[in-house]
């Protein structure tokens, strides 16, 4: 039996998000997901409404941003507070650690937020994403080269900004932890492994138009 989380989603706290964080847990109990990290563009504003669309229900929150460093995003998982934008990927990394959390190189190499793999090499992360939905079958392959040539932990998240699209990419646990320091503790023992491929180049064309249109009709904004 697989145990499959899907550790990279976002919320209208976003913006560029379209389901609302009750929407997400939803959306993600249909997908017998057993645990999600909901990690909007850095904010964890959707934390309190997503626990209490979970409560009483079987499917664990795990905290969670997307944090626009100096040179490109990363997830920061388990955290107890959100992190400053725009620091140095090095600083970022410590203070995310520093909360107690887990650093993950995000969409590595994605063109304008994806962090070089240079950079990912040196700056110390807990783990590699090397399943995103939104990224390319080629890009995700790339990076999950990068992560087994570093012998790095791995994580797979949909980056569904859609509802329909959560559990697109996933993260597998060999079992299912029971609170979110068991997730953090599986991953960095370089236990999971990942579920989902990426994009083929019609979709993602698709996916950014849709994506611009939300963008421009809530008036734009910085990730």
């Not at 009750?22 to 959306?27: L, N």
């Not at 920061?76 to 887990?102: F, H, N």
């Not at 995700?140 to 992560?147: D, E, G, Q, Y």
């Not at 953090?184 to 370089?190: D, N, V």
């Amino acid at each position: 039996m697989a145990f499959e989380a899907d550790l990279h989603i976002h919320t209208t706290h976003s913006r560029d998000g379209n389901p609302t964080p009750r929407e997400v847990v939803d959306a993600a109990i249909r997908a017998g997901l057993f645990a999600i990290a909901i990690t909007d563009h850095n904010t964890m504003g959707a934390l309190k409404e997503a626990r209490e669309a979970a409560r009483g229900r079987d499917i664990l929150i795990v905290p969670g941003i997307e944090v626009s460093s100096q040179e490109g995003h990363m997830l920061a998982l388990g955290v107890s507070e959100e992190v400053p934008a725009d620091l140095a990927v090095d600083e970022t990394v410590r203070r995310i650690e520093d909360l107690g959390g887990l650093a993950v190189a995000a969409h590595p190499g994605r063109v304008y937020t994806g962090l070089s793999d240079d950079v990912v090499r040196s700056a110390g992360f807990g783990a590699i994403e090397v399943a995103n939905g939104h990224s390319s079958i080629e890009l995700n392959k790339k990076a999950r080269a990068l992560a087994k040539g570093m012998h790095a932990p791995m994580t797979g998240g949909s980056d569904g900004h859609f509802a329909h699209e959560i559990g697109a990419c996933r993260t597998v646990f060999p079992t299912a932890p029971a609170n979110v320091e068991g997730v953090l503790e599986s991953i960095r023992k370089g236990e999971t492994k990942t579920s989902g491929k990426g994009m083929t180049p019609a979709a993602q064309m698709t996916l950014s138009v849709r994506m611009v249109i939300r963008w421009i009709g809530r008036g734009g904004h910085r990730m």
